[in-house]
C-alpha cells in the first residue's frame, strides 16, 4: 500500500477537498458581488450580466469544481468508509472531467491572458487569483497526489 492509498492520507485529503470546494466558492460569490451589484448600480439589465457571468469558462470551470470537491470529499465521509474505498465511477470520472477543465484554465490564464488589463472596479483581484491560479492547482494536485484507492 503506497502513502497514497492509506486511511491517513485519504482523510487528509478528504479536508483539502473540502477546504478547496470553500475557497473556491468564497471567490466565485465575491466576484459575483462585485459584478451583480455593479450592473444594478448602473442599471444594467441583472439577468444579461448573470447569463453573461456564468458563460465564462472560468466560472464554468469552477463552479463545477466548487461541485465535485465537495461531492466527493461528502462521499468520502458518508459512503467511502472514511475515503478509502474507491470513488464510485460516475464520481471519478465527473473529478476527472472538472480536473481537466480547472487545469486548462490555470494554464490557457497564466500563459496568455496574465498581463492584459483587467478593467479597474470590476475584477476581484484575490478572487480572480483563486480561480485562475489557486484553483487549478488543488485540481492538480488532487491529480497528482490527491487520495487514490
Known amino acids: ?10 482523510r487528509t485529503w478528504t479536508l483539502v477537498r473540502a477546504a478547496g470546494a470553500l475557497i473556491i466558492l468564497t471567490a466565485i460569490i465575491g466576484q459575483a ?18 447569463v453573461n457571468f456564468f458563460s465564462f469558462f472560468t466560472i464554468l470551470s469552477n463552479v463545477g469544481s466548487v461541485v465535485i470537491l465537495a461531492a466527493v470529499a461528502v462521499w468520502s465521509v458518508t459512503g467511502g468508509r472514511g475515503g478509502v474505498s474507491p470513488l464510485p465511477r460516475g464520481l471519478a470520472v465527473a473529478l476527472a472531467c472538472v480536473s ?3 487545469i486548462i484554465t ?13 478593467p479597474q472596479g470590476t475584477t476581484v483581484e ?8 489557486v484553483g487549478p492547482i488543488i485540481l492538480l494536485a488532487d491529480v497528482l497526489v490527491g487520495a487514490r484507492v
Open 126 to 133: 484575490w478572487a480572480n487569483e483563486i480561480l485562475h491560479v
Open 1 to 10: 500500500m503506497t502513502t497514497l492509498q492509506t486511511p491517513g492520507w485519504a
Open 33 to 50: 458581488e462585485v459584478t451583480f451589484g455593479g450592473a444594478i448600480a448602473n442599471g444594467l439589465d441583472v439577468g444579461v450580466v448573470l
Open 106 to 118: 490555470g494554464i490557457v490564464y497564466n500563459t496568455l491572458l496574465r498581463g492584459i488589463p483587467l
Open 100 to 102: 481537466t477543465y480547472m
